[in-house]
């Protein structure tokens, strides 16, 4: 099992930057995929950006490429999300998210992950 603690978000203006944190902690070293996923209100969650672990592969969401960087610190056991030109479509309540599962990477968050509270970003026009 593992917990998470995301931090970070806040509200800017269209255009501006955020960056997301999170603190994994527990038994962490069998984790598969770590990473973010999204959920406006009245949407269907959002896989954003993953990390896979066996080699570092990193994952977008098209709609975030070239805006967004995932990365990880592995001596601190933190996960980041660098948030660039946002745009009010961004809005959402965003979630760490670790899993011990294999396959596709927004499944294994969304689906079989285990996730943080969550962190608002709201970004306005």
């Known amino acids: 099992q593992v917990h998470l603690v995301e931090s970070g978000g806040g509200s800017v203006q269209a255009g501006g930057s955020l960056r997301l944190s999170c603190a994994l902690y527990g038994y962490i070293d069998n984790i598969v995929y770590m990473g973010w996923f999204r959920q406006a209100p009245e949407k269907e969650r959002e896989g954003v950006a993953a990390?896979?672990?066996?080699?570092?592969?990193?994952y977008y969401a098209d709609s975030v490429k070239g805006r967004f960087t995932i990365s990880r610190d592995n001596a601190n056991n933190a996960l980041y999300l660098q948030m660039n030109s946002l745009k009010p479509e961004d809005t959402a309540m965003y979630y760490c998210?670790?899993?011990?599962?294999?396959?596709?990477?927004?499944?294994?968050?969304?689906?079989?992950?285990?996730r943080g509270q969550g962190t608002q970003v709201t970004v306005s026009s």
């Open positions: 998210a670790a899993s011990f599962r294999v396959g596709t990477w927004v499944r294994a968050l969304i689906e079989y992950g285990n």
């Open positions: 990390i896979y672990t066996g080699d570092g592969t990193t």
